[in-house]
DNA sequence: CGTACTATTGATAGATATCAACGCTGGTGG
DNA sequence: CCACCAGCGTTGATATCTATCAATAGTACG
């Protein structure tokens, strides 16, 4: 029940002194409605928010109205890691779908970076996060609707899956079409032609807000997805919670 | 003649010291020709690069045989400085321009990073290459291509100002209209056109290879460029290099 | 003086946005 | 408990943006 230590040992298995720390850390969540702003452009961060149930996502809003989101936030996710370094924030953050949220202050932070395996995994989460915009760029950047929309539902696969929140290939994802066009830069109409062709070809369903990917190779292949970005650890066939 | 110093002290001064430590590094540059890999997606990594004259750029190519730039390195910017955590490039750098590069190996890298001042500098950097890059998913995703182009333009006006390479509005830009769409997500076919109005419009001109912004502050608007996540110190009328 | 890349232009096709309308659903107030 | 309302998903028609294809011209370089 602890997302952050999944994700993190899914970098590299920590002590077990290290996982108390961790589990210390999420023991009173602050519940938070749907499409609440958790930071907004301009505002001096000061705490590091941590995500443990529920999606959240950066995003900026243009003069003329219109949002980029430019990241997802799942369970397990940090929000301001550079507190420490930068005035200011330059993009806001806002929950999607209801969350659980826990914030965690400079000394803790400080604490959990005096622990060697904690730290390298932290900066692992953060290197990975950079990576996973780089790799936004381009899915926005040079795929076509349908492949971009595609490489997105294969990209939360994993995440989610590291911290255990799928279930074979279905996963709760709790945003609107409509975000999902601010999410790839298409407009809500054109992100709903693209699911229902991405249905028509037997790719994905949806039961309800549960998306149901039917062929995960053939997904993947089609979208022109390549994990390497996440820098996982190779598996061999398992799923990390499949233990 | 130092851009990382120019660079690094735009956060904040350093001491004495810690500058003879940055200009020691950059000593014995090695000269690349234009187009050349300096490092390629699926290499391990293994010294941090550091561009002193030129452009380069990190990019990926697609199955399809795209290529989507993902940033442009410019004299100050690093290439690599998540060397000692991820074991496996996810993406490629390479030189645009001709350029002078030095390499920096970890005993020194760590060296640098015992200077506290260095140390909060170069995250600050690499903090600003973040916010960066997800300007740039801004830009792709939510802006168009007139506007795309000149918030580029205005970027790089800033940056190289801040490592001394400007004067008044104009810079160096080294690259071809083909490399501008592959940075964009347009064809280069399209660049050309877009470029043309923003010369017709009395924004632009070119001398060869030199850029001339005519009229900054109505390309700034244009393209609503809003500099706060270049996360410089608010300065009053003077740049950098007036002095 | 070729050769090859780069910039440019015109014509056409394709992808995506916009506008408008409608049904469905879940929540809310009376 | 029911009627109303707002948000979401869906559909069709049309407009706009951008890509593609093809050809030409300029330019640098050996």
Not at 136 to 156: D, F, K, T
Request: aromatic letters at 6%.
């Amino acid at each position: 029940m602890n997302p952050l230590l999944d994700k993190l040992e899914a970098f590299e298995p920590l002590p077990e002194a290290d996982k108390r720390l961790l589990d210390s850390l999420v023991r009173s969540p602050q519940v938070i409605g749907p499409r609440l702003d958790l930071i907004h452009e301009g505002d001096a961060p000061t705490v590091v928010q941590l995500i443990l149930v529920g999606f959240a996502c950066r995003y900026k809003i243009l003069p003329d109205g219109t949002r980029q989101i430019m990241a997802y936030l799942v369970p397990g996710d940090f929000c301001d890691l550079h507190v420490f370094i930068l005035k200011e924030m330059d993009h806001s953050i806002a929950t999607l779908s209801q969350c659980q949220v826990v914030q965690i202050h400079r000394p803790q932070i400080l604490e959990l970076m005096e622990r060697p395996a904690i730290a390298r995994a932290m900066w692992w989460a953060a290197l990975v996060d950079e990576a996973t915009l780089r790799e936004w760029l381009v899915n926005i950047g040079a795929r076509p609707a349908e492949q971009r929309i595609a490489h997105l539902l294969c990209e939360l696969l994993l995440r989610l899956e590291t911290v255990g929140l799928t279930q074979g290939g279905q996963y709760e994802l709790p945003i609107t079409q409509h975000e999902i066009g601010d999410t790839m830069g298409l407009s809500s109409v054109h992100v709903n032609r693209v699911l229902q062709r991405l249905r028509a070809d037997g790719l994905i369903t949806f039961k309800g807000s549960n998306l149901v990917i039917l062929d995960i190779p053939r997904l993947k292949t089609f979208s022109g997805f390549n994990p390497n970005y996440l820098h996982l650890p190779k598996r061999n066939g398992t799923t990390p919670h499949s233990v």
